[in-house]
């Protein structure tokens, strides 16, 4: 890979998956926050730089919401 390619890092993309889940489910910052155990303005600070996005969050929405990771990243 050529140094001048900007990829997109996996937490980006994992971050990317949980706001379009989220834009299809119709769901609130609000109750986003809620499943993922953190305050809505910590989620606009993963919107900015999603690296601080720990696996225990991402852990924490799909066991509320009863989704396996592999059906996230299908999106």
Do not use: C, P
């Not at 609000?30 to 991402?58: I, P, W």
Request: hydrophobic content about 40%; aromatic content about 10%.
């Amino acid at each position: 890979m050529a140094k001048n390619t900007k990829r997109i890092t996996l937490y980006k993309q994992i971050w990317a998956r949980i706001r379009y889940w989220q834009n299809l489910r119709d769901v609130s910052d609000a109750e986003l926050a809620s499943y993922l155990q953190v305050g809505e303005r910590t989620l606009h600070e993963y919107d900015k730089s999603a690296e601080n996005v720990t696996l225990g969050r991402v852990d924490n929405l799909l066991y509320v919401t009863g989704m396996d990771f592999n059906d996230l990243m299908a999106l």
